[in-house]
Each structure stands twice: as structure tokens, then as C-alpha cells.
């Protein structure tokens, strides 16, 4: 009885896309954009670097950890890696975030 019901099961897929399929992964520059700005930031908050270090910190935040990471977020929802695209652009937003809120902090 198991085997006839396994044998009438169909399991309908969609074909690969082959750009998707060729298409490397975001995951590996992604994470060194938020390993880079994160060690930054928190090398500051540890006061192991100068409080003049800040626009260093801002224009890494700004473009290394938030632009970068919005792109590698938005390369890996293409790829279908649904949770990587996620995690990735919200980390990235969150760094464009605190990088505007700093630059508005000085105006």
C-alpha cells in the first residue's frame, strides 16, 4: 500500500534559471562589510582608536557597510536565498541609518 501511494505521488518543480544557477553568492562580501564597519565601530567605542577616527568610521558605514550590504542583500534574494537577502539588507539599512544619523548630528 506505501509503495502505491509513493509511486502516485508527483512532485511538479520549475526549471532552473541558468543565470541564477551560474550566479555566485553574496554571503562571503556581505559579511566582510559588516565585520569590517562593526570592528570599526566598536575599536571606537573601546577607545583603542582617536574620537577623530569618526568620519572614518561614517564613510565606511555609510558605503562599506550599508551600500554594500543593501546590494549583497538584494544579489541574494535573486539568487531565491530569501533569509540571506533579509538579514543583509537590514543590516545594511541599519548602518545607512546610524551614518545619517551621525552626519545629522554634526549639521
Not at 25 to 34: N, R, S, V, W
Not at 72 to 82: D, F, H, L, S, T
Request: glycine fraction near 14%; charge should be negative; hydrophobic fraction near 50%.
Amino acid at each position: 500500500l506505501a509503495m502505491a501511494d509513493s509511486a502516485e505521488m508527483h512532485v511538479e518543480t520549475k526549471p532552473v534559471n541558468p543565470h541564477v544557477a551560474t550566479t555566485c553568492t553574496a554571503g562571503p562580501i556581505g559579511l566582510t562589510a559588516f565585520g569590517i564597519t562593526t570592528i570599526l565601530l566598536n575599536f571606537l567605542n573601546a577607545e583603542l582608536i582617536g574620537k577623530d577616527t569618526i568620519t572614518l568610521i561614517i564613510c565606511y558605514g555609510m558605503f562599506h557597510g550599508g551600500m554594500i550590504q543593501i546590494l549583497a542583500g538584494m544579489w541574494e534574494v535573486y539568487r531565491g536565498n530569501i533569509f540571506g537577502g533579509c538579514a543583509f539588507t537590514s543590516y545594511g539599512g541599519v548602518w545607512m541609518g546610524f551614518a545619517l544619523f551621525e552626519i545629522l548630528m554634526v549639521i
